[in-house]
């Protein structure tokens, strides 16, 4: 009888050493077991035999989707929320382990400056929101790439909103500016994720480029292009090389276009549509000579004089005074879309201009001249502005010292 309590004590004491010390989960670690059960929201799990876990309600839907292709038998990494419950099942949870999981990768992307993907699921006028597992996220409309920033005429908030909600589902490669774990928020970038390749495309850049991008916002001053990481602007006076009314004749958000690099500065990079096709203006020089007749139609009328269209993309300017004597208005005079005749009295192929005369008499005019004049009365016009800006701060400061 001694014998068989001998071999029994072994066996006990054999299973006791594999089993190690038998302790109970612990509420906030993580525990692995095996599924034994799987109800309609419930799941029971196994704990390598100390315990039975169980699963239930929100606690059993994670980011990943585990609930979704679980069956008996499969081992799972669980989150336990309470060592026991009324029927003393240890109360786990699956999105909190996928929680603990996600944050440990929002720490180390965090800490080791390194990118994440990720999907906005709500938008609102100040950016795009997240919530992976209970983590709130937010990326900034200033932190959007070029190609997503909502580029909006008078900043129209609902037109930005508009832009904004095109972009919920679609995965964003972004950089965690601030963690706050304790708050459980993330402020993320996707402008600052692109920088490096931003660097590295603005490097290998050349004036004199052309390439090809996808039209990322056009606003009344001109037309902005995405390509290669990359945007740049085509300015209003860059799109054709007639006169250019409404940018969004040109093109519209999201079209391919071809531009070419004419400026580079930092970060700053200026294009051009109307210098990938020919110069009208150089036919011009010889078509249009000073002192010759030319007929057309009145196209456009400004307080200082009247635009007449002498071809698609060249306008001749009559000037206020070449209109006839004393007149304070061309309106008075002109109308659009008046078929008129004038004499060519300049022509400047460098500034791409025309001067127009409906007068008999008229003079032929030295545009450079005039050119010059104007930059001189400008350079004083901002020595006198600068001066008077001057003389003002320093009677500030003379009144805040005394």
């Known amino acids: 009888m001694a014998d068989v309590c001998y071999i029994e004590n072994s066996v006990m004491a054999d299973v ?6 038998l302790n109970p989960p612990v509420p906030g670690t993580l525990v ?12 029971l799990v196994d704990l390598g035999g100390l315990a039975t876990g169980l699963i239930t309600g929100q606690e059993a839907y994670d980011s990943l989707g585990t609930m979704k292709d679980l069956k008996p038998g499969d081992g799972i990494f669980a989150y336990v929320l309470d060592e026991e419950n009324d029927d003393g099942l240890v109360v786990l949870s699956l999105r909190k382990a996928s929680q603990e999981k996600t944050w440990t990768k929002f720490n180390d992307s965090y800490e080791n400056n390194k990118p994440i993907t990720v999907t906005a699921n709500e938008a609102n006028k100040g950016g795009l929101l997240l919530n992976i597992d209970g983590i709130k996220g937010f990326i900034p409309v200033s932190q959007l790439a070029p190609l997503h920033y909502p ?3 008078g900043a129209d908030s609902n037109e930005i909103l508009s832009r904004l909600q095109k972009l919920i589902g679609i995965p964003l490669s972004v950089r965690i500016l601030n963690l706050d774990r304790e708050g459980g928020k993330l402020i993320l970038s996707e402008k600052a994720a692109e920088q490096d390749n931003r660097d590295s495309a ?11 991008g996808k039209i990322s916002g056009v606003v009344k001053f001109g037309i902005f292009v995405t390509f290669g990481g990359l945007e740049g602007l085509v300015h209003i006076s860059e799109i054709a090389w007639g006169h250019v009314k409404d940018p969004n004749d040109y093109g519209k958000l999201g079209d391919s276009v071809e531009v070419l690099v004419i400026g580079k500065d930092k970060d700053k990079i200026s294009l051009s549509m109307k210098r990938l096709m020919p110069d009208p203006w150089v036919e011009a020089t010889k078509k249009y000579q000073v002192g010759t007749k030319v007929k057309g139609k009145i196209s456009r009328i400004t307080p200082f004089g009247a635009f007449m269209k002498l071809e698609d993309d060249i306008n001749g300017l009559i000037h206020v005074t070449e209109i006839g004597e004393d007149v304070d208005d061309p309106n008075n005079v002109l109308k659009v879309g008046e078929e008129v005749e004038a004499t060519v009295i300049a ?4 500034d791409h201009r025309v001067g127009l005369s409906l007068k008999k008499d008229a ?21 006198d502005e600068e001066e008077t800006a001057e003389a003002e701060v320093e009677d500030k400061e003379g009144d805040a010292a005394e």
């Open 16 to 21: 006791m050493s594999k089993c190690g010390d």
């Open 32 to 43: 692995e077991g095996t599924v034994i059960l799987i109800a309609k929201n419930k799941v």
């Open 151 to 153: 580029r909006v005429d």
């Open 202 to 212: 603005l490097g290998g850049l050349n004036i004199g480029d052309r390439v090809n």
């Open 347 to 350: 022509i400047d192929p460098e």
């Open 363 to 383: 003079k032929p005019v030295d545009l450079k001249v005039e050119k010059e004049e104007k930059e001189k009365s400008k350079k004083s016009k901002e020595k």
